[in-house]
């Protein structure tokens, strides 16, 4: 799908389904822009859940990961970049921090995160799944669609064109 979240606003930005998530995070990945539906991970510091649902094969997903904007550690790195790449992810927003970013600009996957970390996090397992996610100003919800280029962020209820 070719779009551009410009050409997006001007054509959607009144819909009720609509909305722009604030300019807070930085792009990573070599795909600038990426769009899909959404699967939401909610966790703080801990990305075992995060790797659980990259384990998963999809076809136009985005990953949306509430890290709760800890700049304390990764939420993750290139192992995982890789592993969401090989298992059809489109791309994931992380409201967090990312590690291996040298890597990661390298790999064929969009990625936004708030900055770049190098520890790791822990592994303990906690947190959320599917659910309702929060932050930037909007509302991240499972099977409502993202779209994302150099410009910013868009999530909608439904699929735009």
């Given at each position: 799908?070719?779009?551009?979240?410009?050409?997006?606003?001007?054509?959607?930005?009144?819909?009720?389904?609509?909305?722009?998530?604030?300019?807070?995070?930085?792009?990573?990945?070599?795909?600038?822009?990426?769009?899909?539906?959404?699967?939401?991970?909610?966790?703080?510091?801990?990305?075992?859940?995060?790797?659980?649902?990259?384990?998963?094969?999809?076809?136009?997903r985005v990953l949306?990961?509430?890290?709760?904007?800890?700049?304390?550690?990764?939420?993750?790195?290139?192992?995982?970049?890789?592993?969401?790449?090989?298992?059809?992810?489109?791309?994931?927003?992380?409201y967090g921090c990312?590690?291996?970013?040298?890597?990661?600009?390298?790999?064929?996957?969009?990625?936004?995160?708030?900055?770049?970390?190098?520890?790791?996090?822990?592994?303990?397992?906690?947190?959320?799944?599917?659910?309702?996610?929060?932050?930037?100003?909007?509302?991240?919800?499972?099977?409502?669609?993202?779209?994302?280029?150099?410009?910013?962020?868009?999530?909608?209820?439904?699929?735009?064109?």
């Amino acid at each position: 799908m070719n779009f551009t979240t410009a050409d997006l606003c001007d054509a959607h930005s009144e819909e009720e389904h609509f909305q722009i998530a604030e300019p807070l995070f930085k792009s990573y990945g070599a795909n600038p822009a990426f769009c899909g539906r959404i699967t939401t991970v909610k966790v703080y510091e801990d990305n075992v859940l995060v790797r659980q649902a990259l384990e998963e094969k999809v076809e136009n997903r985005v990953l949306v990961i509430d890290g709760g904007g800890s700049h304390r550690c990764a939420l993750l790195g290139s192992n995982l970049a890789r592993l969401a790449i090989d298992n059809g992810w489109q791309g994931i927003i992380i409201y967090g921090c990312l590690r291996d970013s040298a890597i990661i600009d390298q790999l064929p996957i969009g990625i936004r995160a708030l900055h770049t970390h190098p520890l790791k996090s822990h592994k303990r397992g906690h947190g959320e799944r599917d659910q309702p996610v929060y932050f930037a100003g909007a509302a991240f919800k499972k099977d409502h669609f993202l779209y994302a280029d150099t410009d910013g962020i868009i999530v909608s209820d439904t699929m735009l064109s």
